[in-house]
């Protein structure tokens, strides 16, 4: 199991910027994805971006490509999302996620949270006007 704790969430202006970061513990293999994904009120919980461990693989949700960019710093156990542009229907809590992980062979990434056995406390982002 891996600890997941966000930071960098705050209030911003429509069309600014904020870079969230991810810090991960607990475990001692590598090879697991990472994503985020957020959930406004009164929504379901949505894909934002994923990324694969190695980080040569990335996806993301059609709502925010161009605007945000997923990366990852393995030697820190750390994941990021840097997001411009910001629009007030960006306004949610953000989560990371941890896939289960492997010493295997291969480079992965998912798009479905069922894919993600470890989850953050979530950090709130909002969006002004």
């Known amino acids: 199991q891996v600890q997941l704790v966000e930071s960098g969430g705050g209030l911003v202006q429509a069309g600014g910027s904020l870079r969230l970061s991810c810090a991960a513990s607990?475990?001692?293999?590598?090879?697991?994805?990472m994503g985020w994904f957020r959930q406004a009120p009164g929504k379901e919980r949505e894909f934002v971006a994923a990324i694969s461990w190695s980080g040569c693989s990335t996806d993301y949700a059609d709502a925010v490509k161009g605007r945000f960019t997923i990366s990852k710093d393995n030697a820190k156990n750390a994941v990021y999302l840097q997001m411009n542009s910001l629009k007030p229907e960006d306004t949610a809590v953000y989560y990371c996620?941890?896939?289960?992980?492997?010493?295997?062979?291969?480079?992965?990434?998912?798009?479905?949270?069922?894919?993600?056995?470890?989850w953050g406390q979530g950090t709130q982002v909002t969006v002004s006007s």
């Open positions: 607990g475990r001692t293999f590598s090879r697991y994805a």
């Open positions: 996620a941890a896939s289960s992980g492997s010493y295997s062979s291969g480079d992965y990434y998912y798009t479905s949270p069922y894919e993600y056995t470890d």
